[in-house]
Structure formats: structure tokens, C-alpha cells
């Protein structure tokens, strides 16, 4: 079977109907003026990753004249037909000039015609008992990795095969030790940023422990059996998940809002969110280069993503005060690696902006369609569970206009 689509800016729109549809082959109509070949190859990978032997061809057309656009399709469609008897056309968007000439070669050519009801994600033949020639999947579930590379890049860790980046595990143990430090962490937000920055200056790489007198924060972490003290200047960490975390200040935030995301069920017990990562590390073309190559890596890093219904989440944790450029950042990788689609969120813990300075920031935010939630320090897990599920009452469109 082949499926022949019209390209387009939404890279989502470009797969689904191969991921839903068993098919040997996808074919692309685009204009001539465009160079499709880097999202070609993105497609390509996505398929293999997927165990999807589908090969991937190019209409180019120029949409100078109607018997330009006609001729050239119709002499693409007699070869097709000459190595496969099951062509189908995807009608999603397309061009006034497009859709009209592959009406008039229906006419002549009697090929299928489908689309993608956006409303339920579903199939439609023009016929729908054409359906029943298909083997159809309609339960398409992208990961955060996947939906990167569709949108051109990848993950650092996977693009250069490094070991070196430290990946969490989280057991349950480690898990009941974020909701631990959470709780420590709201009985003390205001010193808690301090004294664990206090404390990372007390660490000493080659014996991975502290080396220094307690503060408050430290004695609590004992108390709770995260932190154990060896002696009286002398403190080792429960485990190498525990170094790490208490290294970085910002952990505790993107921890728990990832794990709370984790846990969430829907009413049948199942996953809510399809895919949670946390610290997503993005290259920008998904080509790891050397430090000597004369093209260098552009690199940024999302707090948490999620997807869910193959709409991505990207999430900024931020504790204390920020800037705007935080909300540029956001918004440029969002942008670029969810499009259209995308939703776009920033936490922030101790928000300190006040008066006039608190509402140009957050009507910027606004402006760029970034939910901001401030004080989230507050949030019990029930309550952060409750507003990541919150994040999808509102209805979005799969399938944007071509």
C-alpha cells in the first residue's frame, strides 16, 4: 500500500496517517522551492525506531499553473501504479490548486481518499468499507525521544552513545526520598537554597563526601537518614541517587514534579501521561558533532517533558526570582520541537517579583501562550498531580490548517 500526503509545517501531520496505517510506502507532495531532505531523514529514523519498513518519496510541484500541478502529479501517479495496486490519497489541508487536481484524478484513477477526523484521531475513507482493506492502528503514542527527532533533533545521551550522563532510576525508595526532601523543603523554604548551596561547597569529588560543620538543613537530612554522619566534620550520602540530587539546587523541584506526573492514573488504572523525562538535554539537529568539527552543537536542556495523546509538555522549574528571558527560552524550544502543539509551562517556587515588575512578566508570559504557576513550594503531590491533569481540559487541535 502506498499513502500519498501533502506536506506539511506540522511535522506530526507528516506521520500519523504511516503510523495508523500499515502501508509499504508514503509519498510527499510539496513545493518545489522547499528542501524536505533533513525531515525526510527525521521521518526515516522515526520509522526504524519504530520497526517500520516504509520507504519515503518526493512530488515536488510548482504551483505556477494548474496543468503544472496536474501533470506532474498525474505522471507521479502512473508510476506509483505501476509497482502498487493500493494508492490512497490523504486530503488533510492542502492547497485550493492541490486538492482540486487530486479530485480530478480521482475521477479518472478511482484511488481511495481518506482523511484524519481531528476531533476523534480517527480514519475516514470517502468509502468506509475501504477501511476494511487497511490494517489500522489507532492507538499512536510518540515518546518525548520520538517527537524530537521528528521535529529534527534528539537527545544528547543518544546522539554521541556517552555513558557519562547520569540517568535516574527511580525506585521507590528514591521516590519516597523526593517526597522526604519536599516536605523539608516547605517547612524551610527560606533557607533551604542557602544551606544546601552551604553544603555543595563542603563536597569533595574524589571521597564523594562533605566535609564541613552541619547547618540546619544538613541535620535534618540526618535526622531522615538521607545524609549519614561519619563523624563529627564527616557526612556520606545514602546513595550515589542522593549525591546527585543534592548537587544541583533545582533537582528537588524537577524531581517532583516528575514523579508526581508518573504516578497519575486515569479511572482505569492506566498511565495518564504516555512518556515523563526529566532533564532533557536536546541537540538541535540531532547530529553529534566533534569539538573539533567547524559546525558546533546547539544544545538546550527542558526540565520535564511529557507527551500525552502525542502532544508534548515542556516544563521549566524555576526556584526564586527570574527573568524574561527564562520565558524566550522556553518558548524558542517549545516552539521548535512541539510546534503549533505544543503547551508550554513554567513553575516557580518563591516567586519574589512584586507590583508593576510581576505583571510585565507574567503578560509576557501570556503574550506567549506560557501557563506560568507561581508559589508551586505550596503544592502538596495530591495538588501538582491535580494541575498536570489540569494542563489537558482544555481541547487542542491535532491538525492545524496546511
Known amino acids: 500500500m502506498t499513502i500519498i500526503e501533502i506536506f506539511d509545517n506540522e511535522m506530526f501531520n507528516n506521520i500519523i496517517s504511516s503510523l495508523m496505517i500499515k502501508n509499504d510506502r508514503v509519498v510527499y507532495i510539496t513545493d518545489e522551492s522547499k528542501d524536505i531532505s533533513k525531515h525526510i531523514a527525521d521521518f526515516q529514523h522515526l520509522f526504524e525506531m519504530r520497526s517500520e519498513n516504509i520507504e519515503i518519496n518526493v512530488i515536488k510541484v510548482r504551483y505556477d499553473s494548474f496543468q503544472s500541478v496536474y501533470e506532474t502529479l498525474e505522471n507521479a501517479l502512473l508510476k506509483l501504479m505501476d509497482i502498487d ?40 475513507f470517502e468509502n468506509q468499507k475501504d477501511i476494511n482493506n487497511c490494517v489500522i492502528c489507532d492507538d499512536v503514542k510518540l515518546s518525548v525521544r520520538e517527537n524530537i527527532i ?17 540517568h535516574w532510576n527511580f525506585t521507590k525508595g528514591f521516590v519516597d526520598d523526593i517526597n522526604t526532601m519536599w516536605l523539608i523543603y516547605q517547612r524551610n523554604i527560606e533557607i533551604w537554597n542557602r544551606e544546601i ?15 564541613g560543620k ?37 533537582n528537588l523541584l524537577e524531581l517532583f514534579v516528575c514523579t508526581s ?8 488504572g492506566i498511565k495518564f501521561f504516555d512518556d515523563v523525562r526529566v532533564g532533557v538535554n536536546i541537540d538541535w539537529d540531532g547530529i553529534y558533532h566533534d569539538v573539533k568539527d567547524e559546525i558546533k552543537d546547539t544544545k538546550n536542556e527542558i526540565d520535564v517533558m511529557l507527551m500525552k495523546n ?15 528571558e527564562e520565558l524566550y527560552k522556553l518558548n524558542t524550544v517549545a516552539e521548535r520541537f512541539g510546534g503549533s502543539r505544543a503547551k508550554k509551562v513554567l513553575l516557580i517556587s518563591d516567586f519574589s517579583k ?25 503544592y502538596s503531590k495530591e495538588t501538582m498531580m491535580d494541575f498536570l491533569v489540569d494542563i489537558f481540559n ?6 492545524e490548517e496546511k
Request: net charge negative; charged share 30%; with cysteine.
Open 214 to 250: 552541619a547547618n540546619s538543613i544538613m541535620d535534618t537530612l540526618v535526622d531522615y537518614k538521607i545524609l549519614k554522619k561519619e563523624d563529627d566534620k564527616v557526612y556520606s550520602f545514602k546513595n550515589r541517587q542522593i549525591r546527585e540530587f543534592l548537587m544541583k539546587v533545582g
Open 85 to 124: 495496486d493500493e494508492i490512497i490519497f490523504n486530503v488533510n489541508g492542502g492547497k485550493d490548486i492541490l486538492l482540486i487536481c487530486i479530485g480530478m484524478l480521482k475521477m479518472k484513477y478511482q484511488f481511495k481518499l481518506f482523511y484524519i477526523d481531528k476531533d476523534c484521531n480517527k480514519i475516514c
Open 310 to 324: 502525542n502532544i508534548p509538555v515542556f516544563i521549566s522549574c524555576k526556584s526564586g526570582d527570574l527573568n524574561t
Open 354 to 378: 512584586k507590583g508593576a515588575s510581576r505583571s510585565y512578566f507574567l503578560q509576557r508570559a501570556i503574550d506567549m501562550d506560557i501557563y506560568v504557576e507561581t508559589d508551586v513550594h505550596n
Open 394 to 399: 482544555k481541547k487542542v487541535d491535532f491538525y
Open 197 to 211: 548551596g552551604f553544603m555543595q561547597q563542603f563536597y569533595d569529588k574524589e571521597t564523594s563526601k562533605l566535609y
Open 150 to 166: 521528528l521535529n529534527g533533533g534528539d537527545i544528547v545521551d543518544y546522539i554521541n552513545e556517552s555513558n557519562e550522563m547520569f
Open 261 to 268: 506526573a508518573s504516578v497519575i492514573r486515569d479511572d482505569n
